[in-house]
């Protein structure tokens, strides 16, 4: 199911974008779980928990006085999230070409300008887009967890360990692009699949993407500096499991 978000700062077109997705929804065959608006930045990126191309983004590009914003924003969320679906609701459709320079891959530019049957004809073509595309994007080879709360879905290879974190009920999973919070434990991780290994109890990692492990000082390495720990009794499954 979609998980749509919308970042508009100003009340109007706010209510505006919300009521023609509200619309769409309703009128088709489109699932979603969750609408949630945004009129701050920081408060749609501590909203952001989990990863997959069930996410779909609507957002402004001028944002409170400052023009490209928006794009700042985009290129986070795609930082965080390979596979987010990012869509421009916008009166700059000159900043087109700098969803290049920014990276952010964007789907689409929707006009604030376009009447509004046009409008919402623009919206409703994103969200079937989006909602027919669920999956597709990413690998079989792919690695989904999914609960009450949260729902992950990133590419095997691209994992290399999940972590207890510091916020009660969440764990972090750093992968290869950077890391994600969401909520979930580190032993329910670790039984979602078997090409995993639970090196301690608050870490979960990934054994084909192991660089070293250091048997003395009972530490797993990664790529880009990344480490993590492994406790005394899991030692010599891990390293059976890695082969060094």
Known sequence: MLRIFILEDDFMQQARLEQAIEEVVKTSDVAYKSLE??????????????????????????????????MEIAREIRARDPHAVIVFVTTHSEFMPLTYKYRVSALDFIDKGLDELAFKEAVADVIQHAYSHISQTVSDDAFVFKSEFSQIQVPFSDI?????????????????????????????????????????????????????????????????????????????????????
């Not at 909203?47 to 490209?68: C, M, P, S, W, Y």
């Not at 979602?192 to 009972?218: C, F, G, K, M, W």
Request: a neutral charge; one cysteine or more.
């Open 37 to 70: 608006v945004f009129g701050k930045p920081q408060q749609l990126l501590e909203a952001v928990t989990e990863t997959g191309n069930h996410q779909l983004f609507f957002l402004d590009i001028e944002i409170r006085g400052e023009e490209k914003k928006g």
């Open 160 to 244: 290399l360990y999940f972590e207890t974190s510091s916020t009660p009920h969440k764990v972090v999973l750093t992968t290869k692009s950077g890391h994600t919070e969401f909520y979930g434990k580190v032993s329910d991780i670790a039984k979602t699949d078997e090409r995993l290994y639970q090196s301690h109890r608050a870490y979960v990692v990934n054994p084909a993407n192991i660089l070293r492990v250091d048997a003395v000082e009972r530490m797993v390495y990664f790529e880009q500096e990344e480490s993590c720990l492994v406790s005394r009794m899991k030692l010599k499954g891990l390293l059976e499991r890695v082969g060094k």
